[in-house]
């Protein structure tokens, strides 16, 4: 038997200080955050106003309004596209008889449905319980005040201080867990240190999945939604012969992205903080593209890597056609030198997307002349698999190998580090 879908209202706000297209576009991203979440939604209202209502955010006109469609339409749920603060959610409930949901408890919801790994499911609490926190103020108003006090004083502010704890408790336990976690991941990357790293990041539902799917031959799942998936996968594939790399598919991003849940999902996005090239991929049929390339990088100064190698990588080609592509295209060309256009679920523009990230990896490259000793074959096997290979002579005189090789600068200092390691041990056992 299918689950019954909550109904709901969309509520925005147009400040008139802001163009009213800003307002449709994310009102519309609340719909499909609305119906990623499965809700119903019956209805939309959209107000106009100079700054917010103090206390019930928009007018009380308003909400009357909604409260009486509300009751003749058997709606419960209010979905504001904006965050609430604890007494005007108090407030709007009192005044519609409504449940209140605000932008980020929306976006919460979400996470927490698609959270499947242990450690997005722990990322999703820590971040419901930080906002949970922000808005225990003043929400037990069914106890008396006999003592008064500005917010904290008297029985009820008794009941909050206990729930407090209580959080307080959950939380340093939950950052326990993810940092424990996090050092199990910090290991893992240490011993693929050696290897190029690329971080699939973008707005969500860019395409990133499918394009991960497509280099590396998984079948992550995908769908058209948003935050469809929540986990950060990591793989290894192959661009040519020798250049094998590691790619992570990271979580989508979205306007207004809570706070909390950037700083929640700090570890996740630790694989983007320590990627040698971000592909940075962009739904190119969406009208306001240029707004979500903007939301992403908001994130990225965010999180400190905004000064990272990006390639800009334009996915769903094959949704845009004619005179439309050409003017797009030609406009983002000039805006963003280092870009590709590729289509993820045809597989147009790959061969040119592996030789972009080809062209990276020969830049982060330099020749160099090398000798190893024939006593460190596992050395010669790990040149092999991560080096170009120009030239190798045999030097039986010598016992060394002389090579000629393309090698990543970062790989170069190990392998001279394992060489002089092992020849200060033969001059020590000579002595």
Not at 16 to 34: C, G, H, I, Y
Not at 156 to 181: F, H, P, S, W
Not at 267 to 281: G, K, N, Y
Request: hydrophobic share 40%.
């Amino acid at each position: 038997m299918q689950k019954k879908k909550e109904k709901a209202f969309l509520i925005g706000v147009h400040w008139k200080s802001e163009d009213k297209a800003l307002t449709n576009e994310s009102m519309k991203e609340l719909q499909n955050l609305a119906a990623t979440a499965e809700v119903e939604i019956i209805s939309e209202f959209i107000q106009s106003l100079e700054k917010p209502k103090t206390a019930t955010y928009i007018g009380t006109g308003k909400l009357t309004e909604i409260k009486n469609k509300a009751k003749k339409s058997d709606v419960h749920t209010l979905i504001f596209n904006n965050n609430l603060s604890p007494s005007q959610s108090r407030n709007i409930s009192d005044i519609t008889h409504c449940n209140v949901v605000d932008r980020t408890e929306l976006i919460l919801d979400i996470f927490a449905r698609h959270a499947r790994t242990k450690q997005a499911k722990l990322q999703v609490e820590l971040a419901q319980l930080e906002y949970a926190y922000t808005k225990l103020k003043r929400k037990w108003k069914h106890l008396s005040r006999i003592q008064g006090g500005i917010g904290f004083r008297g029985p009820g502010e008794t009941q909050i201080e206990v729930d407090r704890r209580e959080i307080q408790k959950k939380m340093t336990a939950l950052k326990a867990k993810l940092q424990n976690i996090e050092t199990i991941s910090r290991t893992k990357r240490k011993h693929r240190k050696n290897i190029l790293s690329l971080a699939l990041v973008g707005y969500t539902n860019a395409g990133k999945s499918t394009l991960f799917n497509l280099l590396t031959k998984e079948k992550r799942y995908t769908a058209n939604k948003l935050f469809a998936t929540l986990d950060a996968k990591t793989r290894a594939f192959f661009i040519a012969k020798n250049q094998r790399l590691i790619i992570t598919d990271t979580i989508g991003f979205i306007r207004k992205l809570p706070h909390r849940l950037v700083k929640s999902f700090h570890s996740t996005l630790l694989e983007v903080l320590e990627a040698d090239l971000l592909l940075h991929v962009v739904d190119i049929s969406q009208p306001n593209l240029f707004e979500l390339i903007a939301a992403v990088n908001d994130v990225l100064e965010e999180i400190a890597v905004d000064e990272k190698n990006v390639l800009m990588v334009f996915n769903k080609i094959d949704r845009i056609e004619g005179v439309h592509f050409k003017f797009i295209k030609k406009k983002l060309m000039l805006e963003y030198p280092d870009h590709v256009f590729i289509s993820a679920k045809t597989g147009d523009g790959l061969e040119r997307l592996q030789q972009k990230i080809s062209t990276f990896i020969q830049r982060s490259k330099i020749k160099i002349q090398l000798e190893i000793p024939f006593k460190l074959p596992k050395l010669l096997a790990f040149v092999h698999e991560n080096a170009e290979i120009l030239q190798q002579e045999n030097h039986e005189q010598k016992q060394i190998y002389k090579i000629k090789a393309n090698i990543d600068r970062q790989l170069l200092s190990t392998v001279k580090k394992q060489i002089e390691e092992f020849k200060l041990r033969e001059r020590i056992n000579e002595i």
